[in-house]
Structures are given as structure tokens and as C-alpha cells.
């Protein structure tokens, strides 16, 4: 291998008498630069978008939550909560309830997702949005502005919101008349109308979390779930993985089981992460086409150094170590090209991250003013190993070329 490293080397930087070969491992050797940076900022400008979109659901659900494994409530006693409390990287355990609605008023009425948070989740939520004032009290309740707008609900205005399992109690009572006292239509006043993000503006109303688990039917003690944050700086996937060790030991691990915001809005994250995939494949193609242009500039390099090819031939060289220069030369291409990709995609996306330098077009339109930006380590190792992975198999072909030149017998190339 140092060989055909050296003798590759020569011919990648030494005068070619041909200049057009020149031309072609430069434009080679550009394009997988353009490819590699453009496909890297490409994928953390679109991991940007999916971070803020974490970070915009995080604000009412949090990074992970206890859930029963069958859907339906569950028993949170405190000692549960103070045990959950206790793990190492656990900032926050609160138990909350949530759960589809029927929210009525004067004009119209849609089904609604009611969720209950305990006092210190709201106060938490109002740090979140750096809001003074409470979103909701005692048993009022907070509108999406969305939803608010399209039943044309305002603060002040009251309403009636109840549990469509209470439809199903009214006609059982038909026939089991004790259960009419718990048949009341619970009321209640529009508090505040929130702007958070587009999914809970659309259909979330926010209450306290005894309101909504009287809304919801719930027992006493009994919730849907508890919404789990990590301390400062802990990361989710490592807050994630210390609650299922923990899990896993427990006598709940049978009925309970540890939902990630990933997993709670799959349609969602999934939908981003195919997005950014398919752009992968798509833009990997400028690359693809470099790399065939190197295969042309390898072959062509071949050909004019089939005297060069002869003279190692007669000095003792093999089939295998001619192939190895030109593999060893288009591997080397691909990594110097992929390196450079590398290091602008870096700093493109550094400078975007400290300065914002491409705004978004309508910045009224978006809670941003920028593109945001997110580079994730496993995206650059992806990007580099597929693109020199791709130089070296396009080298392949130009290597049998210049093998099957010097080992030839023919008497034209030898007197040549």
C-alpha cells in the first residue's frame, strides 16, 4: 500500500501532460465538496426546525411520561411521585390529565383534547412563555387561539366542556337511574387564550388538573399519566433511558411503561425525519455525479500514463498493487473533498447559529427570525463514510482499466 500510496500521489499532483484531466478531477473534487457542505447544512437546518418543534411541545407536555400500559387512568400516589423525584436526572414529576372533550358555546361546539396541570406544571408553564399572568384558575380554562377563533369562544365567555363518556352514562341512565347525580354538564369561564404552537392553538384547552379530571371522569388519585422533566442539562435520551433502568425494576414495570415525546407525536417526528431523509437521498446525488466525474478522470489518467503503467509492470508490480494506486487516488479525492465539505458545512452553520444570517422571508409569519440550525454529530459521520464509501466504488472500474493496461501483452502498447 505505500507504493501505490506514493505513486498515486504523483499522479494526482504531478504535471499532467493533458491538461483537460486536470480540469476534470477539479471539477470532481468540487463537487463533492458542494454535495457533502450543501447536504450537511441542508440536515441541520432541517434538525433545526425539528429541535423547535420539540421545544415548542415541551412547553405544555414535557421530554417523557409515565403512562399505563392499557391507556386507560392511573393511580398516582405520592409516594410514586417521590420516588420518580428521586432518580438521578429527574428535574420534575407532575401528574396530569388528559383526554378528548365536547366543548359547547353560545354558537359552536367542537371536540376539544382537555388537559389538567398541576400548580407547579402551570407555574412552569409560565416561566416557559414568560407570561405574568396564569393561564387559567380555580375552574376556568385556557383556549388555542386556533380553536378559539373557529368557535368564536373569547375570554370571559362562558361554556359548557364535558367527557363524551358522559353521553354514553346519560342513555345507561335511562335504565340505571343512580347514576343521574353524576350526569351534570360541568360549566365553566374562558380565562386567557394562549398562543403556544400550532397543534395545541388548534384544539388544546388547558385547566387545572382537579377541573379536568372531573371534566374527564376520573376518580380521586386517579390520572392519565405523569409528565417527567429532566434537570439542567440532562439530556432526554439519557432522562429517557434512566426512567425504563428504573422501570424495569419496578412492580409497575407490568402496567406502566415510559412514553418519549417521539413516541406520543410519532405522525409528527416521523413526518420530519422522512423529510430529512429524502432530502439525504436527493442531494447525495450531487455528489453521485462528482463521483462519476472522477471515474472519467481516473480512466482518462490510466490511459495516459499506460507508459508510466508498463515501466512498473517490468519493475515487478502485480495486477492488485496497479489497482490499489487508482483506488488509493480516488479514495484520497473523496476524503480531501469530503473534509472540505465538512469544515464549510461547520462553518456556514456556526455562523448561522451565532448570527442569524439567513433570515426567514416573512419574519411575521414565524415565532423565529432565522433559520434555526442543529448539527448532530451521527449526520457528518453518515455524510462522509457514504461519500468516500461512493469514491471508492466509482474508483473500482478506472483500477481494472489500468490493471488490465499494464499486465497487457500487446506489442503496440509495449513498443508505444
Not at 259 to 271: G, P, Q, T
Not at 353 to 382: R, T, W
Request: glycine share 6%; aromatic share 8%.
Amino acid at each position: 500500500m505505500t507504493p501505490g500510496l506514493w505513486i498515486a500521489q504523483r499522479f494526482s499532483f504531478a504535471r499532467k501532460r493533458f491538461r483537460v484531466i486536470n480540469v476534470i478531477s477539479a471539477i470532481s473534487l468540487a463537487g463533492i465538496v458542494l454535495g457533502v457542505s450543501t447536504l450537511l447544512v441542508v440536515m441541520s437546518v432541517l434538525n433545526g426546525f425539528q429541535k423547535l418543534a420539540r421545544d415548542l411541545f415541551i412547553t405544555v407536555d414535557t421530554p417523557a411520561q409515565l403512562v399505563s400500559r392499557d391507556g386507560r387512568a392511573l393511580k398516582v400516589p405520592d409516594s410514586l411521585l417521590q420516588s420518580i423525584r428521586a432518580l438521578k436526572g429527574v428535574g420534575s414529576a407532575e401528574p396530569f390529565a388528559e383526554g378528548e372533550a365536547i366543548m359547547a358555546g353560545q354558537e359552536k361546539s367542537e371536540l376539544v383534547m382537555v388537559k389538567g396541570l398541576s400548580d407547579a406544571a402551570h407555574r412552569h408553564l409560565m416561566r416557559q412563555t414568560h407570561t405574568t399572568r396564569p393561564f387559567f384558575s380555580g375552574e376556568s380554562i385556557a383556549v388555542g387561539e386556533m380553536l378559539a377563533y373557529r368557535t368564536n369562544i373569547y375570554p370571559f365567555r362562558e361554556v359548557k366542556i364535558f367527557s363524551p363518556e358522559l353521553i354514553s352514562l346519560g342513555l345507561e341512565s335511562l335504565s340505571q337511574p343512580y347514576l343521574l347525580p353524576i350526569l351534570a354538564i360541568p360549566e365553566t369561564t374562558v380565562s386567557s387564550v394562549f398562543s403556544l404552537q400550532k397543534m395545541f392553538d388548534d384544539r388544546y384547552v388547558l385547566t387545572s388538573v382537579l377541573f379536568a379530571q372531573r371534566i374527564l371522569l376520573m376518580g380521586k388519585g386517579e390520572f392519565s399519566g405523569i409528565d417527567i422533566r429532566g434537570k439542567k442539562g440532562e439530556s432526554d435520551d439519557d432522562l429517557i433511558l434512566s426512567l425504563r433502568n428504573w422501570l424495569a425494576n419496578s412492580s409497575l414495570k407490568t402496567t406502566c411503561r415510559v412514553r418519549s415525546l417521539d413516541e406520543k407525536y410519532s405522525n409528527i417526528f416521523a413526518v420530519m425525519q422522512l423529510e430529512k431523509w429524502v432530502s439525504f437521498s436527493i442531494l447525495m446525488l450531487i455528489v453521485l455525479v462528482a463521483a462519476f466525474s472522477l471515474t472519467g478522470a481516473l480512466t482518462m489518467t490510466a490511459i495516459d500514463k499506460q507508459r508510466e503503467l508498463f515501466y512498473l509492470r517490468c519493475l515487478g508490480m502485480e495486477k492488485p498493487q496497479f489497482m490499489a494506486i487508482f483506488i488509493i487516488q480516488g479514495g484520497v479525492t473523496g476524503v480531501v473533498g469530503t473534509a472540505i465539505g465538512m469544515v464549510i458545512a461547520w462553518s456556514i452553520c456556526n455562523l448561522q447559529e451565532l448570527y442569524g444570517i439567513v433570515q426567514l422571508p416573512s419574519q411575521n409569519a414565524f415565532i423565529i427570525k432565522s433559520y434555526p440550525v442543529n448539527m448532530h454529530p451521527a449526520d457528518f459521520i453518515v455524510v462522509a463514510v457514504t461519500a468516500i464509501l461512493l469514491c471508492f466504488a466509482v474508483s473500482l472500474y478506472p483500477a481494472r482499466k489500468a490493471a488490465a493496461i499494464a499486465t497487457s501483452r500487446s506489442l503496440d502498447l509495449k513498443t508505444n
